[in-house]
């Protein structure tokens, strides 16, 4: 159980330090291999680490579709026809906090406490 707090602890560092560079410096190469970089860590994870045929299956189809709707928001919304200064940067703020979505849904997941007990940071 320890190492997975490491592992998950080590994700989450990660995440943000792409998070923070990708804000500033992203383009939409670079937002898409993060996403695609991001989903592949979280589905071999949720392969090592899921117990459950039906829980590994859920969580990597999830994962893929979230990818999915990401890298068409990416393509889209983000940098897509006339979006320029102020739109484009509230654009890849949003798409920045994507990152966080396959972290949100393991944790949903895999969560053991209650409801009313979890913290989703």
Do not use: W
């Not at 899921?50 to 990416?74: D, G, M, P, Q």
Request: with cysteine; aromatic share 10%; hydrophobic share 55%.
């Amino acid at each position: 159980m320890n190492r997975l707090k490491q592992l998950i602890s080590l994700l989450n560092i990660f995440a943000a330090f792409i998070m923070v560079a990708l804000l500033f410096y992203g383009d939409e190469t670079l937002f898409a291999l993060a996403y695609i970089l991001i989903t592949m860590l979280m589905i071999r994870r949720t392969l090592r680490v899921e117990e459950e045929s039906k829980s590994r299956v859920t969580l990597t189809i999830t994962y893929i579709l979230v990818l999915a709707f990401k890298l068409l928001f990416n393509s889209n919304g983000i940098f897509g026809e006339g979006l320029l200064g102020i739109p484009q940067s509230a654009a890849k703020l949003i798409g920045v906090l994507l990152i966080c979505v396959p972290f949100i849904i393991d944790h949903i997941f895999t969560s053991k406490d209650t409801p009313s007990s979890c913290s989703l940071l």
